[in-house]
Structure formats: structure tokens, C-alpha cells
């Protein structure tokens, strides 16, 4: 049987998750591959902590570019995060011969067309499954089992922190957004510092890689409307239940014709659709193609085992194509050519969807019908209103939400901005935009 040498850079929690499956499943994966595969060599700053499985600790090096530089090395696996130097790293690797496994989203999705144009020119291959929703194979799917499709619809939960954290304050009324996300960091499943989570620039990243996958865009960050999750109140997951929804941050992406919209943001949807039920730190998407019609991808979107898997089927795709000889027989996104620009993403004040609203407004006459005249004056329909009553002492403000037909983001937006501005309203209206195509 012949072999093939790997390099890991990289050795944080899924590291030793790759490592843990190449000597548990390593018979499996040597018959299905047909080569005896071989951890020559891990790069990581540490290595002396221990990472809870064994190993032969001689192969250890701080030393990235013995892996790079080794010519017995075919394949590098990088999982260090950050464009910094892993984008260098990956580079020179390739332009070494080799073909490279990756989990960072973030590179990709900011300097992917570059790194993939560099495996092109020197006939190498570059994988990155576990960047998008860790164990789940959804990258492979559009590239490669769906692509018979146009795809109408997709939404999809790409983030196991702001799912768990939505669902935590979903399941316990009244516990607020700081109190949660110090419970999914004692738990593990929250940084130090949650600010690429929360914020919404991880999904973010994730939805261009999506996006280029099933529309052919390249878009970038600026292309892309992303809101995250710091300012949903508890009071607005209450209302939520009310409405018989569930607040998500969802990642979007729906056709119009020639346009695409492309957004992430909190999103009320419906409890009976199938994401609904995706709670806790799982990822979940949901697509619509035009031949396959509605399908959903449920798992674990993160943690060292499930995402370590999709790097390694990842690692057998690779060795599979060295056996042929057949470097990029499939691109990496799916396009053998150059990409669209993001000139056919719609620009998010021209979307068109429905809207929650909350005001906090002064409970006297009239104010109701001020803030109704607004809306009528900028376009917006009202479907429901609800007001809340005033505390026992009868003084200050009392949330008033309007639930809206569809209207447009930025007649919302003018309309937000005066009611503000009124002097029987506290603050600027909240928010939270709704997917529900049977509302109107």
C-alpha cells in the first residue's frame, strides 16, 4: 500500500480532533482511500499542553514551515485561524505542490479568489468543508449533489453561540442577553471575547462562501447587510411567542430574477418552520431549489469531533484526486470561470419583507394614531398591534408592537427615524425584521 505524509498547523481543539480520527479510524480510512496515511508532522506555538489523546510527541514542532517546505509532505491541514500568517502559510504550501484542508472562514471569505487562483496555477487542491457548519456536509451538497439547482431560497442558522444564546433566553423569560452569554462561555461554548459571534461577522463570513457557492457572487462583509444579536431584548423573545414565532439569527439568501438578497440579521420566523426547531448549539439549513424544492441540513455546527470529521473527509477527497491525478476537478466554489461581482445584490433599503416593531411610547390619547399616521405616510401597512399595559404606578412609557405587511427597508427605516423622534416616544423603534411567507 503506498503512503501519503500530512502536515497539521494547528493544534487547538480541532486539531487533536483530527488527530484523535486518524488513529481511531485509521484502518477504515486507509481501505476506503487505498493509501497508508501518515501524521508526519504538527506545527503549533504550544506544544506542551496536553491535548487529551496520543500521539508519537516527536513530530511536534513550533516550526510551520517544516511542514510547508517538506517535500515528503502532500498534504497541509491548516487550523490555526486568522488571515494572518495562515494565508501566507497556505500559499506558500501550495506554490510548494501541495494541497491544503481548511477551516478558516475568515480568510476565504475575505481573500478566497486569491488562494484559490494560486491552487489553480500551481494544479493543486484546496478543501474547506469544516469552514461552513462543522460536521455538516452542506458545502459538498451545493457544490456538488445539488447543483442541478437555481436556488430560490435559502436561510440558514450558521452560528452555535447566538443559537444557543437565542435559545437559552427563548426557554428562561426574563434572563437577559449579558446573563446568557456568560453561561455559554462557562460552557464552553462561547469565547473569551464573543465579539465575531455575537456581532455576526462569522456567519457573515460563512454566507459569503455560501453565497459565491450557489449564485456565483463574490461578495465581500461591505456587500452584505449583518446585524448581530446584542440588541435583542427579552421582552421582544417574549412578544415573539405571542406571535407564534422564534427569534433566529439567520442568515439569508433569496433570488429575485436577476437580484439576490443577501443578509444576516435576527429574524422572527414562524414556530412551525423546520429551523424553529433548531435550538441550543446546533446549525441548521434550509434551502429551496427549483428541482429538489424544499430541503433541510441539521447538526452540529462546531466542537472538536464534528468538525474535525468534515477536515478529514476533506483530507480523502484530496488523496483520492492525487490517486488520479485530477487536481481541481472540482473548483473549490463550484465555477470553473471567474465569479459574478456583487452588482446583483439588492441593496438592503430596497428589500421588502415584513416588520416587528416595538415602541415605547407615553400611554395618553392620540399617541397611537400619530405614530399609525407615520407609518400610512411612509408606506407601511399595519397586519396586528398590541400595546401593554402600564405598571401599577401609571407613569412612564409602555411598549406598543406593531407586526406590519410587507414594506420596504427604507420607508421602515424614514419611518423609525420620526417616530423617534416624537416626544410620547423614549427611543428609536426596535426592529426585528420577519420571515413568514404566510403573513400577508
Same mark, same amino acid.
Given at each position: ?71 515528503? !509532505?502532500? %498534504?497541509?491541514?491548516? /487550523?490555526?485561524? &486568522? ?9 506558500? =504550501? @501550495?506554490? $510548494? ?38 460536521? !455538516?456536509? %452542506?458545502?459538498?451538497? /451545493?457544490?456538488? &449533489? ?9 436561510? =440558514? @442558522?450558521? $452560528? ?40 455576526? %461577522? ?16 463574490? =461578495? ?221
Amino acid at each position: 500500500m503506498d503512503e501519503i505524509s500530512i502536515g497539521l498547523i494547528g493544534f487547538g481543539t480541532i486539531g487533536s480532533g483530527v488527530v484523535q480520527i486518524l488513529k481511531e479510524n485509521q484502518a477504515i480510512l486507509e481501505a476506503r482511500t487505498g493509501f497508508r496515511i501518515k501524521l508526519k508532522r504538527i506545527a503549533d506555538l504550544d506544544i506542551h499542553t496536553d491535548r487529551g489523546v496520543s500521539f508519537d510527541e516527536s513530530i511536534l514542532t513550533t516550526d510551520a514551515y517544516q511542514i510547508i517546505r517538506d517535500p515528503e !509532505i502532500s %498534504i497541509v491541514i491548516e /487550523l490555526m485561524g &486568522g488571515c494572518e500568517p495562515a494565508r501566507t502559510f497556505i500559499t506558500e =504550501a @501550495i506554490r $510548494n505542490g501541495k494541497s491544503v484542508v481548511t477551516a478558516n472562514k475568515a480568510l476565504l471569505a475575505e481573500h478566497g479568489l486569491e488562494v484559490f487562483e494560486t491552487a489553480r496555477e500551481n494544479s493543486t487542491d484546496i478543501a474547506f468543508e469544516a469552514a461552513v457548519a462543522g460536521g !455538516i456536509p %452542506i458545502l459538498r451538497s /451545493l457544490r456538488e &449533489g445539488l447543483i442541478a439547482n437555481k436556488f430560490d431560497k435559502i436561510l =440558514a @442558522i450558521l $452560528n452555535g453561540t447566538c443559537n444557543f444564546i437565542l435559545s437559552e433566553m427563548t426557554d428562561n423569560p426574563g434572563a437577559s442577553f449579558n446573563e446568557t452569554l456568560q453561561r455559554a462561555q462557562k460552557l464552553g461554548y462561547a469565547e473569551t471575547d464573543p465579539t465575531l459571534d455575537i456581532e455576526g %461577522i462569522d456567519s457573515a463570513h460563512k454566507l459569503v462562501l455560501v453565497l459565491a457557492l450557489t449564485h456565483g457572487i463574490h =461578495a465581500t462583509l461591505q456587500n452584505i447587510h449583518v446585524e448581530g444579536i446584542t440588541r435583542i431584548d427579552p421582552f421582544d423573545l417574549v412578544m415573539a411567542r405571542e406571535f407564534s414565532y422564534k427569534i433566529k439569527l439567520l442568515a439569508m439568501i433569496i433570488r429575485h430574477g436577476t437580484k439576490v438578497e443577501v443578509r444576516l440579521h435576527p429574524t422572527m420566523i414562524p414556530q412551525n418552520h423546520p429551523l424553529a426547531q433548531v435550538d441550543g448549539v446546533f446549525n441548521g439549513i434550509f434551502l429551496r431549489g427549483d428541482m429538489v424544492g424544499d430541503q433541510l441540513f441539521y447538526g452540529r455546527g462546531a466542537g472538536r469531533e464534528p468538525t474535525a470529521s468534515a477536515v478529514i473527509a476533506d483530507v480523502i477527497e484530496l488523496i483520492r484526486n492525487r490517486r488520479l491525478g485530477k487536481a481541481g476537478r472540482v473548483p473549490p466554489l463550484g465555477y470553473p470561470g471567474h465569479l459574478a461581482s456583487a452588482d446583483s445584490v439588492l441593496d438592503m433599503n430596497e428589500v421588502v419583507t415584513n416588520y416587528y416593531i416595538r415602541i415605547q411610547a407615553i400611554d395618553r390619547p392620540g399617541v397611537l394614531s400619530r405614530i399609525a399616521g407615520i407609518m400610512a405616510d411612509h408606506n407601511i401597512s399595519i397586519h396586528s398591534v398590541v400595546q401593554k399595559r402600564r405598571d401599577r404606578s401609571g407613569a412612564g412609557a409602555v411598549p406598543v408592537v406593531f407586526i406590519t405587511h410587507s414594506a420596504k427597508e427604507a420607508d421602515v427605516q424614514k419611518a423609525r427615524q420620526k417616530i423617534g423622534n416624537l416626544d410620547v416616544v423614549d427611543a428609536p423603534p426596535a426592529i426585528i425584521r420577519i420571515e413568514d411567507e404566510d403573513l400577508d
